[in-house]
Structures are given as structure tokens and as C-alpha cells.
T-cell receptor, first 116, second 112 residues
Framework: NAGVMQNPRHLVRRRGQEARLRCSPV?????VYWYRQLPEEGLKFMVY????????ESGMPKERFSAEFPKEGPSILRIQQVVRGDSAAYFC??????????????FGQGTRLTVV | GESVGLHLPTLSVQEGDNSIINCAYS??????FIWYKQESGKGPQFIID?????DKRQGQRVTVLLNKTVKHLSLQIAATQPGDSAVYFC???????????FGTGTSLTVIP
């Protein structure tokens, strides 16, 4: 859905650098989800955030990865000291309220991270 | 043509034929399901959804069937067109947490 904006669309980082991925949800949406997708694979849940709160980070690697969704501004997925295995497409989705009861999540176009 | 997402990740159909894409979900407590279509290089796009209190829901050329007894979801596409070629994912949503869990996906190729 064009309403969820992710940037950059493509990001190249050298091993050891930091990668910062941004996601601006649909206007008025207060719930954000981050997913990772490896080539030829499905979407793997990473983290679910509401404004200023991490609700579920069960899919996030324990180290080097962090996410935030501040009161103002976009949601940020941060990967420190990137390694080649971090190369993937990272998708952000937003919804206007919690998913229970049937609320679809709208996806952005993704950020394709390449670690060289 | 018919495909089980986990065992047959690719499906090829002739243009004009009907397609059936299957998905086995994992949690009997899931209460909401969505089918997404993902074209190459793009993010997933919503196709159709269904709540757990329903067995069937129809959209334009698409129908979703839900069998809670065997935790099975299917997407039927009528009169498949070349523009339907994409990877299709089913997603389940469960409480608490509200995150969506996605299946592996099925790649649909429509042969003109």
C-alpha cells in the first residue's frame, strides 16, 4: 500500500557498519510491524510496536537489532555491526489498531539491505 | 491447478483456468486470516481476509475458504490472468500480541 513509506529502498553497508531503516506508517496508524524476508522465503515476523512501546519483539535477534517507534517521527529498525547474513528485504506494515478482530496491515515497498 | 503451500511452493496454471492455493496455519487460536499477493520487488498487497467465525468469503474473482477443523485455508482465483502471477502468502493473526504470522508462500505462474 502506497501509504506506508519505507526508506531507503536500497541500502548497501559494509560489514561492521550500522544500518538504519525507516518506516512512516499510514497517517493515523499507531501500530507498526517489521518483517524480514530472505530470497525465495516467506515473511518472518520481527517486532510489533505501538507508539513509544514495544509490544512484541519475539522475532528480533537478541543482539545487534533494535527497533523504536517514537511519539513523533517514523519507526526505525536499527542493525548494528551488520554481517552478510543480515542481507535481506525488510518490510514494515502498519495498522490503525490492534489486529484482533480483523484489521488488515498495510505494507510498504520494503528496504533491501545488502551487506558487502 | 492446486498447491499446498508448504510442500509445493510453485504452481503453474493456464490462463483462464482456476487456481487453488492452500495454506496450513499453525495456531487453532488464530482468529483472523489474510491472503497477500507479492509481486517481484514489491511489498505484499492485501487480497482478501476472513474471520474465524466464517467458513467462506468471496471477493472479485477470489474466494477464501477456512476449515478450522484441520487448520486449513485456501485461496481460489477464478479465470486466472497473467497479472495474477506472484507469490501468495497466507497470514494468521492471533491474540495476544496481534502480530501476523506468514506462511512460506506459493509462487503462482500463469502461462499465457
Amino acid at each position: 500500500n502506497a501509504g506506508v513509506m519505507q526508506n531507503p529502498r536500497h541500502l548497501v553497508r559494509r560489514r561492521g557498519q550500522e544500518a538504519r531503516l525507516r518506516c512512516s506508517p499510514v497517517k493515523g496508524h499507531s501500530h507498526v510491524y517489521w518483517y524480514r524476508q530472505l530470497p525465495e522465503e516467506g515473511l518472518k515476523f520481527m517486532v510489533y510496536l505501538q507508539k513509544e512501546n514495544i509490544i512484541d519483539e519475539s522475532g528480533m535477534p537478541k543482539e545487534r537489532f533494535s527497533a523504536e517507534f517514537p511519539k513523533e517521527g517514523p519507526s526505525i529498525l536499527r542493525i548494528q555491526q551488520v554481517v552478510r547474513g543480515d542481507s535481506a528485504a525488510y518490510f514494515c506494515a502498519s495498522s490503525p489498531r490492534s489486529g484482533g478482530g480483523g484489521t488488515e496491515a498495510f505494507f510498504g515497498q520494503g528496504t533491501r539491505l545488502t551487506v558487502v | 491447478g492446486e498447491s499446498v503451500g508448504l510442500h509445493l511452493p510453485t504452481l503453474s496454471v493456464q490462463e483462464g483456468d482456476n487456481s487453488i492455493i492452500n495454506c496450513a496455519y499453525s495456531n487453532s487460536a488464530s482468529d483472523y486470516f489474510i491472503w497477500y499477493k507479492q509481486e517481484s520487488g514489491k511489498g505484499p498487497q492485501f487480497i482478501i481476509d476472513i474471520r474465524s467465525n466464517m467458513d467462506k468469503r468471496q471477493g472479485q474473482r477470489v474466494t477464501v475458504l477456512l476449515n478450522k477443523t484441520v487448520k486449513h485455508l485456501s485461496l481460489q482465483i477464478a479465470a486466472t490472468q497473467p497479472g495474477d502471477s506472484a507469490v501468495y502468502f497466507c497470514a494468521e493473526n492471533m491474540l495476544p500480541g496481534n502480530q501476523f504470522y506468514f506462511g512460506t508462500g506459493t509462487s503462482l505462474t500463469v502461462i499465457p
